[in-house]
């Protein structure tokens, strides 16, 4: 087996553990979406169970509620979360906040939370076929690729610019910017090889 053979199973040996690695992510994502979502329903659904114990871990100190923080929220740095500054100029809605305040606020929660990760999930399956094309194409560097990289990159850089805020979504989108430069630049050369063959 030649040089080049060997780093072309080199490759496909590395796409293939990339793809069996963002396979099973995006299974958890998936999983672990269901289950927020399912525990997010359950909690504005229930609220008349829940809130009881809710209220009871708050005035115990197991539960903290301070303006940008509640429960472990804090340690994620979530703001906003403070059952007294929520409204909702539905009398319904209204009425759920203030009968049930932290069982519909954990339950909207659980639900940001399983959107969020569903994004995660879509990211991981986007990354798994970026891994098979690799695997199928012998090379990163092909149109296909490149497009599905830069899409991959451009969604990890909006959800960043949503989730941490400006300065990582930006960071993010440069990222973008340089892995895109350097893959179309892998392109050309690779082209230049393939004529001068």
């Given at each position: 087996?030649?040089?080049?053979?060997?780093?072309?199973?080199?490759?496909?040996?590395?796409?293939?553990?990339?793809?069996?690695?963002?396979i099973?992510?995006?299974?958890?994502?998936?999983?672990?979406?269901?289950?927020?979502?399912?525990?997010?329903?359950?909690?504005?659904?229930?609220?008349?169970?829940?809130?009881?114990?809710?209220?009871?871990?708050?005035?115990?100190?197991?539960?903290?509620?301070?303006?940008?923080s509640?429960?472990?929220?804090?340690?994620?740095?979530?703001?906003?979360?403070?059952?007294?500054?929520?409204?909702?100029?539905?009398?319904?809605?209204?009425?759920?906040l203030?009968?049930?305040?932290?069982?519909?606020?954990?339950?909207?929660?659980?639900?940001?939370?399983?959107?969020?990760?569903?994004?995660?999930?879509?990211?991981?399956?986007?990354?798994?076929?970026?891994?098979?094309?690799?695997?199928?194409?012998?090379?990163?560097?092909?149109?296909?690729?490149?497009?599905?990289?830069t899409?991959?990159?451009?969604?990890?850089?909006?959800?960043?610019?949503?989730?941490?805020?400006?300065?990582?979504?930006?960071?993010s989108?440069?990222?973008?910017?340089?892995?895109?430069?350097v893959?179309?630049?892998?392109?050309?050369?690779?082209?230049?090889?393939?004529?001068t063959?």
């Amino acid at each position: 087996m030649n040089e080049e053979n060997v780093k072309l199973a080199k490759i496909r040996k590395s796409s293939s553990i990339g793809k069996k690695v963002s396979i099973a992510l995006c299974i958890v994502c998936t999983v672990g979406c269901v289950l927020a979502m399912i525990a997010g329903i359950s909690l504005i659904s229930a609220a008349d169970r829940f809130e009881p114990q809710f209220v009871e871990a708050v005035e115990s100190g197991q539960i903290s509620s301070s303006g940008n923080s509640i429960g472990s929220v804090k340690l994620v740095n979530i703001q906003g979360i403070d059952p007294s500054d929520w409204h909702s100029d539905i009398p319904a809605m209204q009425k759920a906040l203030d009968e049930h305040p932290y069982s519909i606020i954990y339950g909207i929660y659980l639900i940001m939370i399983s959107l969020a990760i569903a994004v995660a999930a879509v990211m991981m399956k986007l990354l798994s076929s970026v891994f098979s094309m690799i695997e199928k194409e012998n090379t990163p560097f092909t149109d296909r690729v490149i497009r599905r990289v830069t899409v991959v990159m451009i969604v990890i850089s909006g959800f960043l610019l949503m989730t941490a805020g400006a300065a990582l979504g930006l960071l993010s989108g440069v990222a973008t910017w340089v892995i895109y430069t350097v893959m179309d630049y892998g392109k050309t050369l690779q082209i230049q090889s393939d004529e001068t063959l």
